[in-house]
């Protein structure tokens, strides 16, 4: 396991406590079937480096029905990350992929010009009470990535970095922290870690990349003296290197990256720097135009109105 840089300033520098520039908390969205929390974007904030999207569902148990599923639905100008603590689904998608989703395991979908997938229950857990907990989030592509051809590709937990010491340990999911690189490949610089600290680790929190944020999953953390409870998204300003201690046994997930090349219109599950582009692929999917999921053809998700 790589280690930790060292903390410097040391906890409790009070530039520390300056950096916080937004506290976000999730807003409850009904899918139809179960209810997630939506932390971005908000009217605060509307991505965090090319993180433009960021539900968290659970930790707990639901009964596997129908209503677990999520049909075939589409996307543009985007790359899903699904990360899971608890549970497992299975993704199907338009360029033929079928992948069984387990905790720790990451998969990356580029949509890029258009994609169609689906997320579902395996047959053999329906009707029965599952564990289920984790995050979905969205990265925006840069301008001259927006229309790159659909790609999907799955990392399972062994080949993802883990980085730590002294009570912290990080598993690096996607772009580079700490000295290393997840082996996910991206289309700008960015982070996205799964944290684990136990009661009085100390992280620091470094400025390699200008836009820093940390969604803290349980447990309380301090940021320069000041006390932060789990459920809320803590966006830094760009500067210096701060340090968080753990108050008590706590899970976080730190993500963040160079800014944007500008302003995304996001509608529905269309993301692009064009209005003109989210029109058109709205028309798209009502047409027919996308192309089928592999394996689930039947079944869709129709655009809102």
């Not at 985007?78 to 990360?83: H, Q």
């Not at 996205?192 to 992280?203: K, S």
């Amino acid at each position: 396991m790589r280690p930790l840089p060292p903390t410097d300033p040391d906890f409790g520098d009070a530039r520390a406590a300056d950096l916080v520039e937004h506290i976000l908390l999730p807003r409850a969205r009904d899918l139809g079937g179960f209810t997630v929390g939506r932390v971005l974007p908000s009217a605060q904030r509307q991505m965090v480096g090319p993180f433009i999207f960021l539900d968290t569902f659970g930790p707990g148990e639901m009964l596997v029905t129908e209503k677990f599923d999520v049909r075939p639905h589409p996307h543009i100008g985007l790359a899903t990350v699904t990360y899971i603590n608890a549970g497992r689904l299975v993704h199907r998608d338009s360029v033929g992929s079928e992948q069984e989703i387990v905790p720790g395991d990451v998969n990356w979908m580029t949509a890029g010009k258009g994609i169609a997938h689906s997320e579902r229950a395996r047959p053999g857990d329906r009707g029965q009470m599952q564990p289920f907990g984790g995050f979905q989030t969205w990265v925006a592509l840069p301008r001259d990535h927006e229309e790159t051809a659909p790609t999907f590709f799955h990392h399972p937990k062994a080949a993802l970095p883990e980085i730590g010491a002294d009570g912290v340990s990080v598993r690096l999911i996607v772009g580079s922290l700490y000295g290393a690189r997840s082996p996910v490949e991206t289309f700008s610089e960015m982070f996205y870690a799964d944290v684990t600290m136990a009661a009085g680790a100390v992280l620091p929190v470094e400025s390699e990349h200008e836009e820093r944020a940390v969604f803290i999953l349980s447990g309380d953390v301090e940021v320069g003296g000041d006390r932060f409870a789990a459920g809320r998204l803590l966006v830094f300003r760009p500067g210096d290197r701060l340090a968080l201690r753990a108050v008590a046994d706590a899970r976080l997930m730190l993500l963040g990256g160079e800014p944007m090349d500008g302003p995304r219109h996001i509608w529905w599950n269309f993301v692009s720097s064009s209005k003109e582009r989210i029109a058109a692929a709205k028309a798209d999917w009502a047409a027919g135009r996308f192309d089928k999921v592999f394996g689930d053809e039947e079944e869709f998700v129709p655009a809102p109105g």
